[in-house]
């Protein structure tokens, strides 16, 4: 079973189809009406009011769609409509269409904010192996520490270092990974139409995270090519790689 949009009201993929087990009789299969998720949480992140809000994609548009049931050499198609939550005012499939817009870019800022984050990290592990195992070692060891303090300032930013366990959040703020995702389950959690307060907070946080992102790719170039500058200077072949 594949669902995908049709019409207006296509907007993204929806992940693997669903696999329907074939039983003589009715089968069923459901569909949340989900996209899949845009980013995922590291582990030991700890964070607070926030922390859920990357276990889910946000809702599909309102709007046409068709289903395609596929079994041997055979499929059939059949076209619904998508309807915004009964519950809540109606969606134009305008409004639909712009609020997985704005989750969509949202949901890129907190991916690119953590696969820098993991970046660090894997930086800073490769830091201290190197360092361990150079016949230098004083002196690699010291470059690593120079190297992991200016990371690790960064790394702070992005995320609450202090925090082991969920209450932790009441005791150390949230950085800007906390208050991003928070952002982004206002959006993707429920059917609503975009409001000035989201396209505000969207705006607010947007230019402060540009500058520390920019601030992590730049000592992720100098200060990585200075700590293999020392290590090739100690004689240590092996150099820090950083994964893209």
Known sequence: VAAQAGGRGGRGGFGGAPIVSAHQGLNRSTWNARLAPFFTVPPKIVMWGGGGGGGQ????????????????????????????DPRLPAMTDAEGAEQLRIARETGVRIKQ???????????????????????????????????????????????????????????????????????????????????????ERYADLTPPTDVLM??????????????????????VKQGIVVKQ
Do not use: C, H
């Open 57 to 84: 994609g946000p809702k599909a548009t309102p709007g046409v769609y068709t289903v395609k049931v596929t079994a041997g050499d055979w499929s059939g198609t059949q076209t619904f409509r998508l309807n915004s």
């Open 113 to 199: 904010l953590y696969d820098t984050l993991l970046t660090i990290r894997d930086v800073k592990k490769q830091a201290s192996d190197i360092a361990q195992k150079a016949d230098a070692r004083a002196r690699m060891e010291a470059a690593a520490k120079i190297l992991t303090d200016k990371l690790v300032a960064i790394e702070g930013e992005i995320t609450q270092l202090q925090g082991e366990a969920g209450q932790d959040a009441l005791n150390f703020p949230g950085r800007v990974d906390n208050q991003w995702i928070a952002l982004y389950g206002n959006i993707a959690g429920m059917e609503r139409k975009v409001n000035k307060a989201i396209t």
């Open 214 to 235: 920019q601030r992590a790719d730049a000592s992720l170039k100098t200060d990585v090519a200075a700590f293999n500058a020392a290590a090739k200077k100690a004689g």
